[in-house]
């Protein structure tokens, strides 16, 4: 059974900075893309950044996040982080660690959603201003 838990949410305060991870079990993902969604209450999930499975990684961002978050992975862990800096309010809300079930590209980095068949439960950031 496959299986992402995220981990290193919490309440930190505008301007600070959290680590997220995102371990996963049950299969490698040491040659699939993975990324970090979100979703603030009342609103859609939202892609935050992907990273592709290469050693050389493709990564991409959400405008919102481009200069403060960075999404890197440790293949032999089996994991996928998300280090944010300079948090801010509007950054709270429920992010979701994702991994494609397919094998691309060594580049292959989507944005969309519907490219990833794996899904984390959610860890809650609350950014306060």
């Known amino acids: 059974q496959v299986q992402l838990v995220e981990s290193g949410g919490g309440l930190v305060q505008a301007g600070g900075s959290l680590r997220l991870s995102c371990a996963a079990s049950?299969?490698?993902?040491?040659?699939?893309?993975m990324g970090w969604f979100r979703q603030a209450p009342g609103k859609e999930r939202e892609f935050v950044a992907t990273?592709?499975?290469?050693?050389?990684?493709?990564?991409r961002y959400a405008d919102s996040v481009k200069g403060r978050f960075t999404i890197s992975r440790d293949n032999a862990k089996n994991t996928v982080y998300l280090q944010m800096n300079g948090l801010k309010p509007e950054d709270t809300a429920v992010y979701y660690c994702?991994?494609?079930?397919?094998?691309?590209?060594?580049?292959?980095?989507?944005?969309?959603?519907?490219?990833?068949?794996?899904w984390g439960q959610g860890t809650q950031v609350t950014v306060s201003s």
């Open positions: 994702a991994a494609a079930g397919g094998v691309y590209s060594s580049s292959f980095a989507p944005m969309g959603s519907r490219s990833y068949d794996y």
């Open positions: 990273i592709s499975w290469s050693t050389i990684s493709t990564t």
């Open positions: 049950g299969r490698a993902f040491s040659r699939n893309a």
